[in-house]
């Protein structure tokens, strides 16, 4: 326990020597505003440069990216198969699809899943 302790520590101060490290010595930036207009081979641009991001675009992005790793999560059960009880298993697994169905649903039940304009 002691020696896990000190390991954390002593990895957490080396995080912060090499953050206070590289902020030292890293090359400041200065805003100016020639440097943050976009370039349109010297005239002033005729629209804005910033599009407006979609934040349902986002929502449903990072719903996939959830489901995505749950469903990578579960792959695993296909080799605990052979080597686990067929009722723990079917248990251990079913409890899992109920986890994901009832994200799934809530996702639904809060709209995030229409897509509206």
Same mark, same amino acid.
């Given at each position: 326990?002691?020696?896990?302790? %000190?390991?954390?520590?002593?990895?957490?101060?080396?995080? $912060? =020597?090499? @953050?206070?490290?590289?902020?030292?010595?890293?090359?400041?930036?200065?805003? #100016?505003?020639?440097?943050?207009?976009?370039?349109?081979? *010297?005239? #002033?641009?005729?629209?804005?440069?910033?599009?407006?991001?979609? $934040?349902?675009?986002?929502? !449903?992005?990072?719903?996939?990216? &959830?489901? #995505?790793?749950? !469903?990578? $999560?579960? @792959?695993? /059960? &296909?080799? !605990?198969?052979?080597?686990?009880?067929?009722?723990?298993? &079917? =248990? @251990?697994?079913?409890?899992? !699809? &109920? @986890?994901? /169905? %009832? *994200?799934?649903?809530?996702? +639904?039940?809060?709209?995030?899943?229409? +897509?509206?304009?």
């Amino acid at each position: 326990m002691f020696l896990l302790l %000190t390991s954390a520590l002593f990895i957490m101060f080396i995080a $912060l =020597m090499m @953050i206070m490290v590289s902020s030292i010595i890293s090359k400041k930036s200065f805003i #100016d505003r020639e440097k943050s207009s976009p370039f349109e081979c *010297g005239f #002033d641009p005729k629209s804005s440069s910033r599009l407006p991001f979609s $934040l349902q675009f986002f929502l !449903i992005a990072v719903i996939f990216l &959830i489901f #995505d790793v749950e !469903i990578a $999560l579960l @792959i695993p /059960l &296909i080799s !605990i198969i052979k080597i686990s009880k067929i009722h723990l298993f &079917i =248990m @251990i697994s079913s409890f899992f !699809i &109920i @986890i994901l /169905l %009832t *994200g799934l649903f809530h996702e +639904w039940n809060q709209g995030a899943l229409e +897509w509206a304009v």
